[in-house]
């Protein structure tokens, strides 16, 4: 099926839409209990790191094939289901996510947490690409909301790993983390009845018909040149949060001498910031414009990142509450301009995106996992600090809305 029945967005009636909702909330839940589990892995990182007498280039390894093994496989997974939908695979992922989290908790070498890893990744892989797309099938129209509503809840599954780790798995040890596959097997039934929605979703548009896609007026140079700026942005975002998330509770560790469960806490209070500017960046894209949004996100937390790696400990769990917020409300206006960029391809955009995302965060974390190795884990946030002067380029993506409004009329 192409997916030009999957633009359609508006229901006929308010039953119609109360199920969208509920689908958007349960798909959000899903992307929750996903990304708490991703969180949960890179959490845990100063305890790994000390149980296995792993360095910091090994800690970056880990993350780097988590995350490569999803982004490798998004964009070819999304562009697979633009042709071909398959629903139940959202649940055949979270099965993959369960089962990275039970060998992670019997790891008893360095490969085995590779492989756990790599099963984690796999499962993001799997259901980032379709939960995107369900997530604007249930739309009404407004994919901005809709996207946000989604990766909302992974942000706040990313901001509740930490607790996790600082009150679960760090008093209890490296098995505790088998409990969470409790919460995984709770999702993959969620996600059984969210593919029959999915499912009976297709069936019923197309019946119904479908409606066209609108396409811009742009160039394919025009094009590959706004997706060439697109993947600038994605770097200097997911480069600089990479710094953060993998090595945050280090930083705060060596550099203030704080406890590995008062580090955990720091996160969390970032990664909840994060979370929040998720949640408002994809609606105020709907109303101000999305090349708006990524203005601000990229280059407004410029000002904070360059004060951070010279700020008291007070003070850099402060600015990270900015620095969050701000750099996290860029990623769904982001994603809603590139398939607006790119018609009729949401799957493939969001598989191409998440993977980038993925990708970025993983070939950071290495890069700067090495870097830490080699000079300090300080100089790595000072040089990290200045990544957001690439949000400068954001001036050469076309206005799509100006692009819409010529191609109507």
Known sequence: MSDTSLAAGHYPDKAAEKTALAILVAISFCHLTNDTMQSLLLSIYPMLKESYALDFGQVGLITLTFQVTASLLQPMIGLYTDRRPRPFALAGGMASTLLGLLLLSYASSYPMLLLAAALIGTGSSVFHPEASRVARLASGGRHGLAQSLFQVGGNLGSAIGPLAAAYIVLPRGQSAIAWFSLVALIAILVLVRVGAWYRAHLVAHTRQGQRRIQFNQLTRREVGVALAVLLGLIFSKFFYTASLSSYYTFYMIEHFGV????????????????????????????????????????????????????ANEFWVVVLTVPIGLILSSAFSAIVVYAQELMPGRVGMVAGLFFGLAFGMGGIGAAVLGELADVTSIELVFQLCAFLPVIGLVTWLLPNLESSSKRSAA
């Open 259 to 310: 406890s590995m469960q008062r580090a955990q806490i720091y996160l969390f209070i970032y990664l909840a910031a994060f979370s929040l500017g998720t949640l408002v960046g994809g609606p105020i894209g709907d109303k101000i414009g999305r090349k708006k949004v990524i203005w601000f996100s990229i280059l407004g937390s410029l000002p904070f990142t360059l004060i951070l790696p010279y």
